[in-house]
């Protein structure tokens, strides 16, 4: 079983649909970090968190630490926010390490 | 910019060639890692450091070498390049040495062996 576990692996949309992502963990964490990746392109880091809530315009990610569980929110979704979302954790693995773990990310499709 | 600039975008090795893979930051970042992604397996920790002259293995070390001589440049090189190690690699680099920073990542580098 992997460490960090994302739903849906891929998901369509219609624009202007509000969208989930949810990202469950295993172990012990520092910080829950959501990035995007755009077909063919690099990873852009959205988020870090270590508890509760952020928003940045129309993307909201939630953090449940009791329940090892986030969730990446899209409202309004526009054909531009197709790509690739990864949920990813850190902790101290080990001592003076700075490990990221990764979901195996979601595939989200906008369409007009 | 400030950012973490990798190079090249694009190689194609032939089998048993060597080739290193550049990534330089100028955040004065402590962690720097490099990533390989495959389909359907996510992102793979091959080698971090936490700082200059000290290194660490990942997850797939196997096949690569590191060194980070500066603060700034952590080069990932393949010494005998396989047709398993045809993958899109990230570097990536952080703040700090334990969890809780946010990461900077490269554009990254799609090679191909054959």
């Known amino acids: 079983k992997n460490e960090v576990e994302q739903s849906p692996q891929n998901l369509t949309a219609q624009e202007g649909e509000f969208i989930t992502i949810n990202c469950s963990y295993s172990v012990g964490i520092s910080a829950l970090h959501w990035l995007q990746q755009h077909p063919g392109g690099g990873i852009v880091s959205l988020f870090m968190l270590s508890s509760g809530k952020k928003k940045h315009g129309r993307l909201i990610a939630t953090i449940n630490i009791q329940e090892k569980h986030s969730s990446l929110h899209i409202t309004a979704s526009h054909p531009r926010d197709s790509a690739v979302y990864i949920c990813a954790v850190t902790g101290d693995y080990g001592g003076a390490t700075n490990k990221l773990i990764f979901g195996t990310g979601t595939l989200l499709a906008v369409q007009p | 910019n400030a950012g973490v600039t990798q190079t090249p975008k694009f190689q194609v090795l032939k089998t048993g060639q060597s080739m290193t893979l550049q990534c330089a930051q100028d955040?004065?970042?402590?962690?720097m890692s490099w990533y390989r992604q495959d389909p359907g397996m996510g992102l793979r920790l091959i080698h971090y450091?936490?700082?200059?002259?000290?290194?660490d293995q990942g997850e797939v070390p196997n096949g690569y070498n590191v060194s980070r001589s500066t603060t700034e440049d952590f080069p990932l090189r393949l010494l005998s390049a396989a047709p398993s190690q045809t993958s899109v690699y990230f570097c990536a680099s952080s703040y700090g040495r334990v969890g809780g920073y946010g990461y900077t990542f490269g554009s990254g580098t799609r090679l191909t062996v054959v």
């Open positions: 955040m004065n970042h402590e962690y």
């Open positions: 450091s936490v700082g200059a002259g000290i290194t």
